[in-house]
Nanobody
């Protein structure tokens, strides 16, 4: 499986921005469907955003659509989540995930489909 390491989390005030990075090793991100998921205290882990192998298709949770663009940089073999206009409700541990994909399906939008996971990075948004 691909190894994933998240970074970029931290403490930020409401309205601020953070950029999360997920460095992949062992596989090229161009061969992977990838996603960002988060788990807030007392809540189940949920999908935040996901991107297909090709990078052409993306999926966003309604709560972050328009605020958190997801992207892949093949040159750096890294997945990104640009988090803008952060709200206290965004406070959670954010996880990067990946699975080798051959395209032509929408399974990349479902967290149960992913097989590789990073260790998570804490994002805390203060009021």
């Amino acid at each position: 499986q691909v190894q994933l390491v998240e970074s970029g989390g931290g403490l930020v005030q409401a309205g601020g921005s953070l950029r999360l990075s997920c460095a992949a090793s062992g596989r090229a991100v161009s061969s992977l469907a990838m996603g960002w998921f988060r788990q807030a205290p007392g809540k189940e882990r949920e999908v935040v955003a996901a991107i297909s192998k090709s990078g052409i298709s993306t999926f966003y949770a309604d709560s972050v659509k328009g605020r958190f663009p997801i992207s892949k940089d093949s040159a750096k073999n890294t997945l990104y989540l640009q988090m803008n206009s952060l709200k206290p409700e965004d406070t959670a541990v954010y996880y990067c995930s990946a699975r080798q994909s051959f395209g032509g399906n929408n399974r990349y939008t479902q967290q149960s489909w992913y097989t590789s996971w990073g260790q998570g990075t804490q994002v805390t948004v203060s009021s």
